[in-house]
């Protein structure tokens, strides 16, 4: 597991001797000197040796969207046309604030900027007037929605810790008003709706075929996500056998998304 050092009194060359070691991430500290994460197979002793120095503070790192992502703070992300930037930022006219919670969905993992992206394709050419989020997790693809003119959102989740984050979240930008929220998975809930997303990982994307179908209305569009690209196939049947057709995939750092659309 990665760790943080804190280092004061840098060499010029400090950054650059971090990278080569394998730094995870780097910045500048507000005291004038260095942070970095650093892999665990490199020991603190090896950086106190690298760069000539002792006064090295080594503590834990803070992993972010379930441990997947490592970076020493959030900061600015932006996908296409929607910037995402910390709770802590100055306001952006059209940007998406996020608090720094303990819920998956950052902006930062491959498969949430990969329904971003697709978000940003559809929304222009379909405007939707509802979408439902399953996974909400922060809320970050609920809101990003709304964001981008969708005029309300359904975000459902399993984790009554996710739920409060992405309640905080939709208050944070205003959008608390078309955001709603519930506890549970699409079995648990009524109703159509023409664009759905789950970005949750692949054997419950498979586990939930029959009920996330259900969820989609005449032609609906639904948007899968947290597909590692060696199961791609696995996901695609199952939900082609219940109606589903295939209309893109995108990839990125080995996970794939996909659009299918209902061809009832």
């Known amino acids: 597991m990665p760790y943080r050092i804190d280092i004061r009194n840098v060499a010029d060359d400090a950054f650059d001797r971090l990278v080569e070691l394998g730094a995870i991430d780097v910045e500048s500290s507000a005291d004038g000197g260095i942070a970095?994460?650093?892999?665990?197979?490199?020991?603190?002793?090896?950086?106190?040796?690298?760069?000539?120095?002792?006064?090295?503070?080594?503590?834990?790192?803070?992993?972010?969207?379930?441990?997947?992502?490592?970076?020493?703070?959030?900061?600015?992300?932006?996908?296409?046309?929607?910037?995402?930037?910390?709770?802590?930022?100055?306001?952006?006219?059209?940007?998406?604030?996020?608090?720094?919670?303990?819920?998956?969905?950052?902006?930062?993992?491959?498969t949430t900027a990969l329904c971003l992206g697709m978000l940003d394709d559809i929304v222009p050419a379909t405007?939707?007037?509802t979408v439902l989020d399953v996974g909400t997790g922060s809320g970050v693809l609920a809101l990003a929605a709304l964001v981008m003119g969708v005029p309300r959102a359904l975000g459902i989740d399993l984790d009554e810790e996710a739920l409060r984050v992405a309640a905080e979240n939709a208050r944070l930008n205003g959008l608390d008003d078309r955001l709603r929220l519930a506890?549970?998975?699409?079995?648990?809930?009524?109703?159509?709706?023409?664009?759905?997303?789950?970005?949750?990982?692949?054997?419950?994307l498979i586990e939930m075929a029959p009920a996330l179908v259900r969820r989609l209305g005449h032609h609906g569009q639904l948007v899968l996500s947290g597909i590692p690209t060696s199961i791609e196939q696995d996901v695609d049947q199952a939900y082609s056998r219940l109606g589903m057709r295939c209309v893109s995939v995108t990839s990125r750092g080995g996970w794939v998304a996909l659009l299918l659309q209902a061809s009832w």
């Open 36 to 110: 970095a994460l650093m892999p665990d197979a490199v020991a603190p002793e090896q950086v106190s040796n690298a760069l000539g120095i002792d006064n090295i503070t080594a503590s834990p790192a803070m992993p972010r969207d379930a441990g997947s992502v490592w970076i020493l703070s959030p900061r600015p992300v932006q996908m296409r046309r929607l910037r995402i930037v910390p709770a802590a930022s100055a306001a952006e006219a059209g940007a998406l604030r996020l608090v720094d919670g303990p819920a998956f969905g950052t902006g930062l993992h491959p």
């Open 183 to 204: 506890r549970g998975g699409p079995a648990d809930i009524a109703g159509t709706w023409p664009l759905v997303l789950a970005n949750v990982l692949a054997a419950p």
């Open 127 to 129: 405007s939707p007037e």
